[in-house]
């Protein structure tokens, strides 16, 4: 919707602040205005992220798979824009204890963003840093150093060496 750029700026805003219901309240009246399918796959995903940080994951990965859902219409499924879509139901699914979930959707953000990104990018980093915690958190302290030595590889290329990561 023309102009309603700053509204987006603004639900962004409430969910800095924690503002959830506000933000919720206008990410739904957005949504009832939304013109296009993309503009529809952003709120679906701005909800998505709201319904997380308030815990409520199930919500969160309802508003999550419809964001995809629309994109999948129009996008091949190994596009970039994807990709933080499925980082973000991994970090759900992570979040809720549901380890094999989220190792699912984090290699399918990796996947399409070792195809799409310069090998050494940062995204790539958290790609492997968010495995490396599934697998820890699963007690498979091997594999997970495994993922957070290639973290960290990348990070000390692409970052600098000030850099808190």
Known sequence: VRGSTGWHRMGQLMLKVGHFDQ?????QELLKNASTDSERAHIYHQLGM????QGKYPEAVKFYEK???????TLPEDDASLAPTYSNIGQVYDNMGEYSKALEYYEKANKI?????PANHPHI????NN???????????????EFYEKSLKI??????????D
């Open 23 to 27: 933000a919720e309240e206008l990410y």
């Open 50 to 53: 709201l319904k997380g940080d």
């Open 131 to 145: 495995i490396g915690g599934v697998y820890n958190s699963m007690g498979e302290y091997s594999k997970a150093l």
């Open 155 to 164: 990070r000390e290329i692409s970052l600098p060496s000030t850099h808190p």
């Open 125 to 128: 980093a958290s790609d492997y």
């Open 67 to 73: 964001s995809l859902e629309i994109k999948r219409k």
């Open 113 to 117: 963003n070792l195809q799409s990104l």
